[in-house]
């Protein structure tokens, strides 16, 4: 008795493995900017203003590197971490956990809508 199998179209498969990293890091990437957006976009709405600096210097950024991708909100006034922590003098004025927390689920969700979009699930 004589089994003989064979697996025919394995280089069409490698060739599309080839670039599905990448796609999904470009989807990956996508998301994550939408997310990080929202993200500043809901801390500079909490943000208190006397002058606008601080609402002002609030923004989003997407890191992708290595083989991942990362994103960041940043304030960049000088009195930020002061209005975000508070300090023995004058009380916290949260408002970039608050918008992490309110975003989160909201940022994952992004990120995850376009990687699926790419391998189609």
Do not use: C, K, W
């Not at 939408?34 to 609030?58: F, H, K, Q, W, Y």
């Not at 508070?86 to 949260?94: E, F, L």
Request: no cysteine; charged share 15%; hydrophobic share 45%.
């Amino acid at each position: 008795m004589n089994v003989s199998i064979s697996v025919q179209g394995l280089s069409n498969v490698q060739d599309m493995l080839e670039g599905l990293e990448e796609a999904i890091l470009d989807a990956a990437e996508e998301g994550m900017a939408e997310g990080i957006e929202m993200i500043a976009a809901t801390a500079r709405a909490l943000a208190p203003v006397e002058s606008g600096g601080l609402r002002g210097s609030i923004f989003g950024q997407v890191h992708r590197g290595g083989g991942s991708v990362a994103g960041s909100v940043t304030a960049s006034a000088p009195h930020a971490m002061y209005v975000e922590m508070g300090t023995s003098n004058t009380p916290a004025q949260p408002f970039l956990h608050p918008a992490f927390a309110m975003g989160r689920e909201q940022l994952l969700e992004a990120v995850a809508a376009r990687v699926r979009g790419v391998i189609n699930i």
